[in-house]
């Protein structure tokens, strides 16, 4: 089974207790539909998402970096699609505690898309009661890593 980081959204965690209360997690990344989709389709959603062109929210990236930010969005959601399975390990980072407190919970489902959702990208979790210290897990990662998800075991 894998261990997976996978944050619990903003950066300032505003849906970590939602993600806890409703024994989930999930994403977002642009993706507007279901992610069972193709992979070309995923994209093209992604792409004319307004977390890249949203001028409103002063989200209006430069025309060359579209491209690359779409690509890692695409990429994250991949991996939560396709990668964590039931039974892995997920482990959440607590952003009011900097990181330095983690919540650890394993998997529960496969994908499923909540269409009302912040985050409609969504896994079931068994969340272990109380957050732990971020000392307390076996596996090297560093928080200042800037990715919502990845691998770490």
Known sequence: MAVWIIRGGSDQGLHE?????SESIGIYFGAEGTARKPDDELRAEIRSSNLLWNEE???VMEPSRV?????RFLNQ???FRDAVQPGDTVIMPRK????HLVRRGVIQSGYEFWPNEVYPHQ???KWETEDMPRGRVPYLWYPS???TIFKVG
Request: hydrophobic share 35%.
């Open 17 to 21: 207790e939602e993600f806890l209360e």
């Open 57 to 59: 929210r002063g989200i």
């Open 67 to 71: 491209d690359g930010v779409a690509t």
């Open 77 to 79: 959601v991949l991996l």
């Open 96 to 99: 009011k505690s900097k990181g």
């Open 123 to 125: 896994r079931r979790v």
């Open 145 to 147: 890593n800037q990715q």
